[in-house]
């Protein structure tokens, strides 16, 4: 959706107003101009659950890729203009910093077959014409792998970061910028890089953890 008009909706009708089917937050969380939900892509949104916490400043844009996605958000939890993007379920703890530009990707999208990508390419197309635009309305989802992402307590993600589909990342940990994660991050290191490694063992460093 167009910047400026979601931040136009957001301050006529309120977030907490706008999704109201999709959204449980505490009165304490704040969010910011761009954040968003997109859940237009199936028929019944009543099924979808998006949960956040207390003290949260969000500035994120999630979209709910099917009625059985969750996102969980704990308490204080700082999400810049990133996005999450659910087929199944994204949790995230609390006392969280989520930089901009970064991806949470619960699913590969498409099947690793390519018979099933044709498909997907048609049924794409078609949606488009016959279904007011709504180009994935009948995507076939059971054949895309998908897992949970977990991102424990304390933990820090950089700008433009990347967390696919399966990765729990430890408590206290840090994901430097522009990494992309495919494998569980052990709390309380450091990693960068595509794949990401581990880069520091925070436990190491003197001072930073008590």
């Known amino acids: 959706m167009n910047k400026i008009l979601n931040y136009i909706l957001n301050k006529l009708l309120g977030v907490r107003n706008r999704y109201k089917n999709v959204l449980e937050a505490d009165s304490s969380t704040r969010f910011l101009p761009n954040f968003g939900i997109h859940c237009n892509r199936v028929t019944n949104q009543q099924q979808f659950k998006i949960q956040k916490g207390k003290n949260c400043l969000l500035g994120s844009q999630i979209i709910l890729e099917t009625p059985e996605a969750r996102v969980t958000i704990g308490d204080r939890v700082y999400m810049g203009n990133s996005s999450i993007i659910a087929k199944t379920s994204v949790l995230l703890g609390n006392d969280i910093l989520v930089a901009w530009g970064v991806t949470f990707y619960d699913h590969d999208s498409h099947s690793l077959n390519a018979d099933d990508r044709d498909q997907d390419i048609r049924q794409t197309y078609e949606d488009y014409l016959n279904e007011k635009g709504n180009y994935l309305k009948n995507k076939n989802w ?35 910028a522009r990494s992309v994660v495919t494998r569980d991050v052990p709390p309380y290191t450091v990693v960068a890089g595509n794949p990401a490694r581990v880069v520091k063992n925070l436990k190491e460093e003197k001072g930073i953890i008590k």
């Open 142 to 176: 059971s054949n895309v792998n998908s897992k949970p992402i977990v991102i424990c307590d304390h933990a820090w993600v950089g700008a433009e970061a990347m967390i696919l589909k399966g990765v729990t990342i430890g408590e206290g940990a840090i994901v430097g």
